[in-house]
């Protein structure tokens, strides 16, 4: 079955540092992968969209990658702020096929 | 626009009862999906409608139904309660369905807790 492992369930990262955080996939080919950004008690907030023919997108500070052999995908925050305190979640579909939800990583920024 | 509007925000329900859960998408938007998302199993896909068709349904129960009206707006229904029904319970709309050139807008959701 499709599974979506993203790395640890918090990441604590100093102010002024860049997060870096993971989503691997198994037994799936996404044709296209998204990222969400989370705040306790409210929906996500899409971040980014990237295909699966495109290596790099970028957006402001966020930077998202796309590797379709290691089937992985890398998001990154550059200058991170404690505002991007939250919980980033990666989303793989392909088609109109349902879309399916890593469980996401919380990301800690210190001031 | 106005963004996607979930009503209730909180329910409180006892095992065995049903409840009915109410969303409206974003003008325009004809795709909307349900989610129930748990600290243990994250965001789980329910089912999605597309101009009043179910196109998609996720691994739950008959319990869990839903149906989707002209103007788009979609209801979700569970019946005979079970205290693991607990949940955050989400609501997304896209344009052109399942986020496949447009993002997912989400309600803020409707926390249901059973007791």
């Known amino acids: 079955s499709q599974k979506i492992e993203q790395n640890s369930e918090a990441l604590n990262i100093q102010e002024g540092k860049t997060a870096t955080l993971t989503c691997n996939y198994t037994n799936y080919s996404p044709a296209y992968l998204q990222w969400y950004r989370q705040d306790p008690g409210r929906g996500p907030v899409f971040l980014l969209l990237i295909r699966e023919n495109e290596k790099e997108k970028r957006k402001e500070r966020l930077k998202v990658t796309f590797d379709t052999t290691l089937k992985q995908s890398l998001f990154h925050i550059t200058a991170s702020q404690p505002a991007d305190s939250a919980t980033y979640l990666c989303?793989?579909?392909?088609?109109?096929?349902?879309?399916?939800f890593g469980i996401g990583t919380k990301l800690q920024v210190i001031p | 626009k106005a963004g996607v509007t979930q009503t209730p925000r909180y329910l409180i329900k006892t095992r065995g009862q049903q409840v009915t859960l109410s969303c409206s998408p974003i003008s325009g938007h004809r795709s909307v999906s349900w989610y129930q998302q748990t600290p243990g199993q994250g965001l789980q896909f329910l089912f999605e409608y597309f101009s009043e068709t179910q196109r998609n349904k996720g691994n739950f129960p008959g319990r869990f139904s839903g149906r989707q009206f002209s103007n788009s707006r979609s209801e979700m229904n569970v019946s005979t309660l079970e205290l693991g029904d607990s949940a955050l319970y989400l609501c997304a709309s896209s344009s052109d369905g399942s986020g496949q050139n447009s993002p997912l807008h989400f309600g803020n959701g409707t926390r249901l807790t059973v007791t």
């Open positions: 989303a793989l579909l392909r088609g109109y096929q349902k879309v399916t």
